[in-house]
């Protein structure tokens, strides 16, 4: 019982380590900003708006990045678990789950907008829109690269070494649902936190069957970029950004997906529930061929 209880404690407390290295550093960078604005004469509502600028989204992934390393190399790099990086076929697997990605969020908003949750008109190509595309094209790669690394990796394989598969699956998906908690409009309906879960599972599962992060990565950022800068919705409750087709919502909220995109809607809700039922049956029956 005391071994049980330890290793309960030790591996809740890597976690949570885990998540306090970054944290805690973008705590310190902005107050650490806040005392140089003030001391500048700088505006009040720049110094409130910094955990809007881009700058500060870089960091973030950047800092998950290096807490996902920096955990590994302290504590686990001897037992010699895989964090999944290092993968055979790993541009392969990113290409699959980058298609995959693009198929999932096309079907959700599709089924969005032919349900009357949303209207659809084309944007103008000029040259904003296509410095958006390509700063979302940087941006979510950073994103799908740092979490990823930081929920599939370090957390569910740190849980996987210890109780094994299914918990791992189920416990990386909720803590990768509650790091969006702070997100704008997460509470609206439950449907936001349910998708975000979902996602996780369908993420985590990949990660199992296709044998490192890739996939996930490569669905990741498609999914992220797709429904933003492309399909126009906000995605998981940021602000909207010029993209190929500007949406307008017509409600309700439940199908429409309401200020935090296509993933507050229950289509989404569908979709990435059949989205983990094929990538599970598809990836495991090549598995047992291979």
Not at 91 to 107: E, K, N, S, Y
Not at 113 to 124: D, H, I, P, Q, Y
Not at 225 to 241: A, D, E, I, L, N
Request: aromatic share 14%; net charge positive; charged share 15%.
């Amino acid at each position: 019982m005391v071994v049980i209880i330890k290793r309960f404690f030790s591996v809740a407390g890597k976690i949570v380590l885990s998540g306090l290295l970054p944290i805690g550093i973008m705590i310190v960078v902005g107050i650490g900003y806040a005392i140089y604005a003030v001391a500048t004469g700088a505006d009040i509502d720049e110094i409130t708006k910094v955990g809007e600028a881009r700058w500060t989204q870089y960091l973030q992934t950047v800092l998950f990045i290096g807490s996902a390393f920096a955990m590994y190399a302290w504590f686990e790099r001897k037992r010699k678990w895989p964090l999944g990086l290092k993968q055979k076929h790993g541009i392969d697997r990113g290409l699959q789950g980058f298609f995959a990605g693009i198929l999932l969020m096309t079907v959700s908003s599709v089924l969005i907008w032919a349900a009357g949750g949303v209207s659809l008109e084309a944007s103008e190509w000029n040259q904003t829109l296509i410095l958006s595309l390509l700063e979302g094209i940087i941006l979510y790669l950073f994103v799908a690269l740092s979490e990823e690394l930081f929920t599939r990796g370090y957390i569910q394989g740190l849980i996987k070494y210890h109780y094994g598969t299914p918990a791992a699956i189920i416990i990386s998906s909720i803590i990768f649902a509650l790091m969006h908690s702070m997100n704008p409009n997460m509470y609206e309906t439950p449907f936001p936190f349910f998708n975000i879960c979902l996602a996780g599972i369908l993420f985590s599962i990949a990660r199992e069957l296709t044998g490192g992060l890739w996939w996930p990565i490569g669905l990741h950022m498609s999914w992220n970029f797709f429904q933003g800068y492309v399909y126009g919705f906000q995605v998981s409750g940021t602000k909207p950004v010029p993209a190929v087709l500007q949406v307008t919502d017509n409600g309700p909220i439940q199908l429409s997906g309401g200020e935090f995109g296509a993933e507050g809607s229950y289509m989404a809700s569908v979709v990435l529930i059949l989205g983990i039922i094929t990538v599970y049956f598809l990836y495991r029956k090549k598995n047992k061929t291979d």
